[in-house]
């Protein structure tokens, strides 16, 4: 299960830097990045969806470290269930930034419910 909580805190890194990354290479200079940015140049489209993506990770990822650290402690959790969600919630998350960065509508819809679905079984797993 730690590996798994790693590796969706990797995921959720990913989503910080992602929005920076865009911008930088879409800049046209390096002068911009280490200035102070008192004027920040309005992003472009995809690091406006990047940053969104961020938000919305960071309205889930409290979520998921909760189920995980339970299931760690929690004696009777049923460990493979758990690991099951908890590598759904990872990679659907993952899947989730890079379609969202991308504009795809359906398929960003689906990665994020089978992301909760993950978690609901992390929950499930703890009974």
Same mark, same amino acid.
């Given at each position: &299960? =730690?590996?798994? +909580?790693?590796?969706? =805190?990797?995921v #959720?890194?990913a989503?910080i830097f992602l929005?920076?990354? +865009?911008f #930088? ?9 280490v ?12 690091a ?8 919305? &990770?960071?309205?889930?990822?409290? @979520? @998921?470290?909760?189920?995980?650290v339970l299931? =760690?402690?929690?004696?009777?959790t049923? &460990? ?8 759904? @919630?990872? @990679?659907a998350?993952?899947? #989730? &930034?890079?379609l969202?960065?991308?504009?795809v509508p359906?398929?960003?819809s ?9 978690? #609901?079984m992390?929950?499930?797993? =703890?009974?």
């Open positions: &299960m =730690l590996i798994w +909580i790693l590796a969706g =805190l990797a #959720f890194l989503n929005p920076a990354v +865009i #930088f290479v879409q800049s046209e200079t390096l002068a911009k990045h200035a102070a940015r008192d004027d920040d140049p309005e992003p472009s489209v995809q406006a969806r990047a940053r969104r993506s961020l938000a919305n &990770m960071q309205e889930n990822m409290p @979520f @998921f470290l909760t189920l995980g299931a =760690l402690i929690v004696e009777g049923d &460990m493979g269930q758990a690991i099951l969600g908890a590598q759904l @919630f990872v @990679f998350r993952a899947a #989730f &930034m890079v969202y960065v991308t504009g359906w398929l960003r689906i990665a994020y419910l089978v992301g909760i679905a993950g978690c #609901f992390m929950a499930a797993a =703890l009974v």
